[in-house]
């Protein structure tokens, strides 16, 4: 099978094995992969022997065997790459599913438990793509890659960033990541993360006289804190290029989001004090406090401009002992000229018959390590955004099997 007709045959093969499909995506929802601990064995031996099974050589590598990473590829040259993860989010209180989250219950619209939106469902449909070029001897015009990682959910540091920086996506010529968009998006940029992590120390004495005598280490992250939404007034600059992508961003945002001025989300840095500890007993005046803050921090904003002005609160302050410490990833993003995102586009739109809007995303993904290494990439998968990171998790089949078609499309045209 030559690749002029490749495109709509495997639309048409997709169709018929619909649910042998389904099957695979709800096969990988029953195997437990929280992350928190991060326990991915059993779902790294299952996916290794599915790609066994269709002829598709993969190898496990990674920092140490806690961290298996599973590598694979199809051709040679320059690479088309797909990068999912297999950890999924603690289910978290059972009584308030509907369902059994690792049931992998299939209705007959529906996929259901967790991680099929976030993304067990989006890394089945690249699975089941890629399997059908080896099946149907497609001939390539370069290399088909494939990246799953086991830890994305914390940060990604043992999966994709540690793949990104041993060569493991080297010669790449651009990466989709099958995360949850939905069918009317393709995030194409993401956000960049300021985490701040500060420790206020004081002076310990009884509660009773601590009006008078000692210094209260909460009180002074509590003002830190008072001071540190200011940093929200902060803001990026775009491009001309980028100027319609930032105004569809914003809209989409505030429909999706529904709170006033929640557009700002997209281009203004937020805050969020998300961590604090002190004191060790009531009528203790506390001597330490800790506090952790994710700042998220907008395309066109440096992240060492955000740690300047965090730098310049804490010295206006003048609060005595208070050291911090910061960990930074920037902002990043894919130009919509690119080939990659004008053909995920044309191929959702042929598919779905409704408009696709590339974006930016008020989050962050795995997607940052290939880009901060110039690789254009592209975030596109099938989601029910509701359920991500919370209950009730589920996807629609006709995304999943909608996703699977426009990435096989998608190889044929930058393959081909």
Same mark, same amino acid.
């Given at each position: ?188 940029? =993401?956000? /960049?993360? !300021?985490?701040? #992590? +500060? @420790? ?6 009884? *509660?009773? %006289? ?50 006033? =001025?929640? /557009?700002? !989300?997209?281009? #203004? +840095? @937020? ?6 500890? *002190?004191? %060790? ?54 130009? !919509? ?13 042929? %598919? ?65």
């Amino acid at each position: 099978m030559d690749l002029s007709a490749a495109k709509s045959s495997l639309w048409d093969i997709i169709d018929t094995r619909k649910n042998e499909l389904v099957g695979l995506c709800s096969d990988l929802i029953r195997i437990p992969s929280e992350n928190p601990p991060g326990n991915v064995d059993e779902i790294v031996a299952f996916i290794s022997r599915f790609l066994a099974e269709n002829g598709i050589e993969s190898r496990i590598v990674g920092p140490s065997p806690a961290y298996p990473n599973i590598i694979a590829e199809i051709g040679k040259g320059p690479a088309l790459l797909f990068n999912g993860h297999c950890d999924v989010v603690p289910a978290g209180d059972r009584a308030r599913w509907n369902f059994d989250p690792y049931g992998g219950e299939i209705t007959p619209t529906t996929i259901r438990g967790r991680g099929t939106s976030d993304m067990k469902c989006g890394l089945g449909a690249a699975l089941f793509a890629m399997s059908l070029f080896a099946r149907e001897k497609i001939p390539l015009r370069g290399r088909l890659g494939l990246h799953i990682v086991p830890d994305e959910e914390t940060g990604g540091a043992h999966g994709t960033k540690w793949l990104v920086e041993n060569g493991y996506a080297d010669n790449t010529r651009a990466c989709i990541v099958a995360e949850p968009t939905g069918s009317d998006t393709c995030e194409v940029g =993401q956000k /960049g993360q !300021v985490r701040i #992590h +500060v @420790t206020a120390e004081g002076k310990a004495a009884h *509660g009773s %006289i601590g009006n008078y005598v000692g210094e209260n280490a909460i009180m002074k992250v509590v003002i830190l804190l008072g001071r540190i939404g200011e940093l929200r007034s902060m803001k990026g600059t775009y491009s001309e290029s980028q100027a319609q992508v930032l105004i569809d961003s914003k809209r989409i945002a505030q429909e999706k989001l529904d709170r006033p =001025q929640v /557009g700002d !989300v997209i281009d #203004h +840095v @937020t805050v969020n004090p998300g961590i604090i500890k *002190g004191g %060790i007993k009531i009528n203790m005046v506390p001597d330490l406090c800790e506090a952790d803050i994710d700042v998220r921090v907008p395309i066109g904003l440096p992240a060492r401009q955000v740690v300047a002005r965090f730098e310049e609160i804490l010295r206006q302050l003048n609060l005595g002992t208070m050291r911090y410490s910061f960990e930074c990833s920037e902002a990043n993003f894919t130009e !919509v000229t690119e080939p990659l995102v004008q053909t995920i586009v044309d191929n959702a739109e042929t %598919i779905w018959q409704h408009k696709v809007i590339p974006a930016y995303q008020w989050a962050s993904s795995d997607a940052r390590y290939y880009r901060l290494r110039g690789i254009p990439t592209l975030q596109y998968g099938p989601a029910n955004t509701p359920g991500i990171h919370s209950y009730n998790e589920d996807v629609d089949i006709e995304d999943v099997v909608n996703a699977t078609k426009i990435y096989a499309a998608t190889i044929c045209d930058l393959l081909g």
